[in-house]
């Protein structure tokens, strides 16, 4: 990473600048649910940095994370209208792994693809307030900062953001272990190959109101609408087994801090995020639009 060059020569700005990254792209990332928009973000505020008038800035983490929230609420402005005009569902782009521990994104453990979701459904400043409040825990005071409004606005989005997430927000399965396991029974049927004979035992993994969304960005073949409940999401599920079960790799990795599957195949790669609750996957989010998928390795 290159430096401003007020910043050149100033270690101890760059050290602490340098632990605090995984978080502000962390933060960054909930507000837009892309890395590559969340790390733009994140050197813009560093490059703003070593243009500030440092005896204006009393606290240098405080300052980055405020600043990192106003960038990305500006940007997240702009990305509702492409939104709208995507083809098909649009998921978030997903955290696949562990990586090196330096470059890691700080994620909260409900930053799963399928909250990404529900928090698309919010307004920006929504949003904003929801994510650095009650995900974050920063106070309204600076939540306000970020946001360009009084502290009690901040406080009101928040609340109605709350309201929003809980009647929408996917049920999780807190034990990561059971997690895991579900997701490992769940790929063993998958990479069966032709399906035949699996969907009794893939029905025993599948909550009756489950939901499958696919993004493929009209770039590569997805559906370009969510599938509900567990009969049609079995079939579903064991048609693309039967037609690419026997080719690629099927293997079980961490999509944003959790078990989930990389599938890298003759068409290309797509990464499942699952959400379980109580033993059964609820939710399945598959992305495939190769754009959200190009530091996946």
């Known amino acids: 990473m290159s430096r401003p060059p007020y910043v050149n020569g100033d270690e101890a700005l760059a050290a602490e600048f340098g632990a605090i990254r995984p978080r502000l792209v962390g933060v ?6 892309s890395v590559d928009e969340a790390e733009d973000v994140v050197q813009d505020a560093w490059f703003r940095l070593g243009r500030a008038e440092r005896s204006e800035i009393g606290d240098v983490t405080g300052w980055l994370v405020v600043t990192v929230s106003r960038l990305a609420l500006d940007v997240l402005r702009s990305a509702r209208v492409r939104r709208e005009e995507y083809i098909g569902p649009w998921l978030p782009e ?6 090196d521990p330096a470059d890691r994104v700080t994620l909260d453990e409900s930053m799963s693809l399928a909250m990404l979701v529900v928090l698309e459904s919010l307004s920006p400043a929504e949003r904003t307030s929801f994510v650095l409040h009650d995900v974050f825990g920063l106070p309204f005071e600076e939540v306000a900062r970020a946001v360009g409004r009084s502290a ?5 989005l928040a609340a109605r953001a709350r309201g929003h997430v809980a009647a929408r927000a996917p049920r999780f399965e807190v034990d990561e272990a059971e997690h895991r396991r579900v997701v490992e029974a769940f790929a063993r049927i998958i990479r069966g190959g032709n399906g035949d004979g699996d969907l009794g035992a ?3 993994l599948l909550d009756p ?9 009209g770039v590569v073949g997805a559906a370009r609408r969510p599938v509900h409940g567990s009969d049609r999401v079995g079939r579903f599920m064991l048609g693309v087994a039967r037609k690419y079960g026997g080719t690629g790799r099927l293997t079980v990795t961490t999509v944003n801090g959790r078990a989930g599957l990389l599938w890298a195949r003759n068409d290309g790669l797509s990464v499942y995020g699952l959400t379980v ?3 059964r996957i609820t939710e399945i989010d598959i992305v495939r639009n190769p754009e959200k998928l ?3 390795r």
């Open 28 to 33: 960054a990332y909930g507000l837009l649910g």
């Open 94 to 99: 997903p955290v696949v792994g562990e990586g």
């Open 152 to 156: 009690a606005a901040c406080r009101q």
């Open 202 to 204: 893939l029905m025993t």
């Open 209 to 217: 109101d489950v939901v499958v969304r696919s993004d493929g960005g």
């Open 277 to 279: 609750c109580e033993g």
């Open 294 to 296: 190009r530091s996946v």
